[in-house]
């Protein structure tokens, strides 16, 4: 048995032990062949001579995370440092770069999580416009959103539009209390949730006022040119064909389009057609524009999403077949 000692004479032990130690706990969970004391500002490995190097390989990459930026969110503590990863050098940020897209509030590490999601990131990489569709909870909306901050962190893009149509399960905006803003703000709601992990509560305030993020609904986007923007269209299934033409023509240049929806879960009238279920025959085929589609193995809820998903699917489910809202609307 060997023995290492670590000194953290620089740092705050609270900072990288976390609160109660949620951190520390998680290194010992990690390395269980080592026995991990901490007492303030000194950490004591004990075990054989090769884990411990490979600990203090992969600590060294936690510290490097600490300083870069001055955080270690506990739920990517895991990833940064687990086993699995391959041994690196002391300051080889390893995991740190890889496929993270941004870092959000609390040094959040925001990147795809699933194949389908690095798909996504790879298409639009190549491309100008990106079509993602999958069902709920696979996290079309905040991979898309995550690559809009990260343009617009890196000065590709001037701004960030994001946009859905204002249609959701039968309810109509005129019997929704409020004026206009208020009406809308539901159903642009998940944007804003998405928009918040990424970005400082101020800079983010910030950002909306002076119109550098504008959040809208599709209707507002008729007779405008987008042009050195990252555009997102959300919940595109249940834009019309017409109303999605009109949105993909906006397009100007040096802009980036994605279009995410769930082909599934379809809230548009009887025999209204959606836009996005044409689109995936009538646009394929042309050069400069992907399409990923997500499946139930990229659900990044609960698990209990991922079998329902499933369930619907076994059952031949279609929203406009089952759902008794519709049948009253006829």
Not at 123 to 131: G, H, I, N, R, V
Not at 150 to 169: F, M, N, Q, S
């Amino acid at each position: 048995m060997s023995e290492q000692i670590i000194s953290l004479a620089s740092y705050s032990p609270v900072e990288i032990y976390g609160v109660n130690d949620i951190n520390l706990n998680v290194l010992r969970d990690l390395f269980p062949k080592l026995k991990i004391i901490a007492r303030g500002e000194v950490m004591k490995i004990i075990g054989s001579e090769e884990d411990i190097a490979h600990f203090e390989s992969c600590f060294d990459r936690l510290l490097h995370a600490y300083d870069t930026y001055g955080v270690i969110h506990p739920s990517e503590l895991n990833r940064l440092i687990s086993p699995g990863f391959e041994k690196s050098k002391p300051g080889n940020e390893g995991p740190l770069k890889g496929d993270v897209l941004v870092y959000g509030r609390n040094g959040l590490m925001i990147q795809p999580r699933t194949e389908n999601q690095r798909k996504m990131v790879k298409a639009l990489e190549k491309d100008d416009m990106l079509f993602a569709i999958g069902p709920a909870g696979t996290g079309k909306t905040y991979t898309a959103v995550a690559l809009a901050v990260r343009a617009l962190k890196a000065r590709e893009v001037k701004r960030i539009i994001l946009t859905r149509p204002a249609v959701e399960a039968g309810e109509n905006l005129g019997f929704l209390p409020g004026d206009l803003k208020e009406k809308l703000d539901p159903y642009l709601r998940p944007l804003y949730d998405a928009l918040r992990d990424m970005l400082p509560a101020q800079k983010l305030s910030a950002y909306l006022e002076e119109g550098t993020i504008e959040i809208a609904p599709l209707a507002f986007m008729r007779g405008r040119t987008l042009s050195g923007v990252f555009a997102i269209l959300d919940e595109a299934q249940n834009a019309t064909p017409n109303q999605l033409k009109m949105f993909l023509t906006r397009m100007g240049n040096a802009s980036k389009f994605v279009i995410t929806g769930d082909i599934t879960q379809i809230d548009l009238p009887p025999r209204q057609a959606s836009g996005l279920v044409q689109s995936s025959t009538l646009l394929s085929d042309i050069e400069g524009i992907n399409f990923v589609y997500l499946n139930e193995k990229d659900v990044v809820r609960h698990k209990l999403v991922t079998r329902i998903i499933k369930a619907y699917a076994s059952e031949n489910f279609t929203n406009k077949k089952n759902n008794p809202d519709n049948e009253n609307n006829q």
